[in-house]
């Protein structure tokens, strides 16, 4: 056991409540949410930032040591990678995302530039006896996951958000949405179900005016998988209906096709009709009629509205209605008629009704 003064924490490590002196071990448990420490030994001019626990973004250099957390990642858009067998000091792995989800780099995206080379320097010790120095290693989240959690939505109305793919608009729309309930009076809890841990877009949704929010990292995951998807998303549905919220908003990170546990989620039979209205961000028309389709065939739910990129002008609005008879609304420019729509959906228009503007006044 050594002593190490660490310059940026990641925010995958939030719920350790870390210090910058810290206590490191070279007993390194190889398993995925295990806290380390490393050296970063290489520049980058693109993908070179860290989100830190206080949800700022940090620019990442040569030298910097940084605390983040054992983890891997299938990400199209971004790295893919694993949690190796195993790990000493001096070993040399990946940092994977930015918010600090640290592997063994597999395969690259060529707009993303080749991940930083970090060099391992030991695991992060904690000391949760009092009044006695024994040391165990840290680990991400605020709890363990329970694999048989059940749901209870208490009859709360929730929301999700879906997407054709990675950078599909989930998140702005989820945003829209929720600002639009919070200007008509409903209290929103919101929490992110899928996807590699950065938290990034719940505090987005705190913004937008979110009362009360969660993500996946909560539990110790880092990064989603069909394995434990449903239960994470039982876990929160569970969680944020408590505190009688108006509606849920929950947002699935990735796409309908991924590896981050969508599919497993909306085939959950529970989950499925927990969910009262279902939202598709789509990326191009194209997209928006494959994601249309698999919702229907092969999850039996009918979404509610269509978003992103693909609704960006009246063009994409207008092919989406014609060859899919479902509405569309641009979470960017028509906010206000998106989160209308997905009020109405839930069946809440009567018990928040459009205030007059003032215009109308």
Same mark, same amino acid.
Request: glycine share 12%; charged share 20%; proline share 4%.
């Given at each position: ?5 660490v310059?940026?924490i990641a +925010? $995958?490590?939030?719920?350790? &409540?870390l210090g910058h002196?810290?206590r $490191? +071990? #070279?007993?390194i ?5 295990? *806290?380390?420490v490393?050296e970063v030994?290489?520049?980058k +001019? ?10 700022r973004m @940090?620019k990442?250099?040569?030298? !910097?040591?940084?605390?983040?957390a054992l &983890?891997?990642r ?6 893919s990678g694993h949690v190796?067998?195993s790990?000493k000091p001096?070993d040399?792995?990946q940092m994977?995302?930015?918010? &600090?989800v640290l ?6 995206? @060529?707009d ?7 060099r391992?320097l030991g695991v992060v010790l904690?000391f949760?006896?009092?009044g006695?120095?024994?040391g165990?290693?840290? /680990?991400?989240?605020?709890?363990p996951?329970?694999?048989n959690?059940?749901l209870?939505t208490q009859?709360?109305p929730v929301?999700?958000?879906a997407g054709t793919?990675m950078?599909?608009?989930k ?5 829209a949405?929720i600002?639009r =309930?919070r200007?008509?009076?409903? #209290?929103?809890?919101a ?7 950065l938290?990034?877009d $719940?505090?987005a =949704? ?8 969660m993500?996946?990292t909560d539990?110790g995951?880092g990064?989603?998988?069909a394995?434990?998807g449903?239960a994470?998303? /039982?876990a929160m549905l569970?969680?944020?209906?408590q505190?009688h919220?108006?509606?849920?908003v929950?947002?699935? &990170? ?5 590896t981050?546990?969508?599919? +497993?989620i909306?085939? #959950?039979?529970?989950?499925?009709q927990?969910?009262?209205?279902? #939202?598709?961000s789509?990326?191009?028309p194209v997209?928006a009629w494959g994601?249309v389709k698999l ?9 509610a *509205? ?7 002008n009246q063009?994409?609005v ?5 060859q =899919?008879?479902v509405?569309?609304a641009?979470?960017?420019t ?5 989160? !209308?729509r $997905?009020?109405a959906? @839930?069946?809440? @228009?009567?018990r928040f009704p459009?205030?007059p503007?003032?215009e109308s006044?």
């Amino acid at each position: 056991m050594r002593s190490v003064v660490v310059d940026k924490i990641a +925010s $995958i490590t939030q719920a350790c &409540g870390l210090g910058h002196e810290l206590r $490191i +071990s #070279a007993d390194i448990p190889c398993e995925e949410g295990v *806290v380390v420490v490393v050296e970063v030994l290489t520049n980058k +001019s693109t993908y070179n930032t860290l989100e830190l626990t206080s949800g700022r973004m @940090a620019k990442v250099s040569k030298g !910097d040591v940084v605390v983040g957390a054992l &983890g891997h990642r299938k990400a199209l858009f971004g790295y893919s990678g694993h949690v190796p067998e195993s790990i000493k000091p001096g070993d040399v792995i990946q940092m994977l995302n930015i918010g &600090g989800v640290l592997g063994v780099c597999d395969s690259i995206n @060529a707009d993303k530039g080749r991940p930083f080379d970090c060099r391992v320097l030991g695991v992060v010790l904690q000391f949760p006896y009092l009044g006695e120095r024994i040391g165990v290693p840290a /680990r991400i989240g605020q709890r363990p996951l329970d694999l048989n959690a059940t749901l209870d939505t208490q009859g709360v109305p929730v929301v999700a958000l879906a997407g054709t793919c990675m950078e599909a608009g989930k998140t702005a729309a989820a945003c829209a949405i929720i600002a639009r =309930m919070r200007h008509r009076g409903l #209290a929103v809890h919101a929490f992110k179900a899928t996807g590699v841990s950065l938290r990034r877009d $719940i505090l987005a =949704m705190e913004d937008a005016g979110a009362r009360k929010t969660m993500i996946f990292t909560d539990f110790g995951v880092g990064t989603t998988t069909a394995r434990v998807g449903p239960a994470l998303t /039982r876990a929160m549905l569970t969680e944020m209906a408590q505190g009688h919220p108006d509606i849920i908003v929950f947002e699935l &990170g990735d796409g309908l096709l991924g590896t981050y546990g969508v599919e +497993s989620i909306l085939a #959950a039979p529970d989950i499925r009709q927990a969910i009262t209205v279902l #939202a598709l961000s789509a990326n191009d028309p194209v997209a928006a009629w494959g994601g249309v389709k698999l919702l229907r065939e092969r999850f039996q739910i009918e979404p509610a *509205v269509v978003t992103g990129p693909a609704t960006d002008n009246q063009v994409g609005v207008d092919i989406i209605g014609q060859q =899919m008879g479902v509405a569309a609304a641009n979470a960017i420019t028509s906010g206000a008629e998106l989160g !209308d729509r $997905i009020i109405a959906a @839930a069946g809440l @228009a009567e018990r928040f009704p459009l205030k007059p503007t003032a215009e109308s006044e």
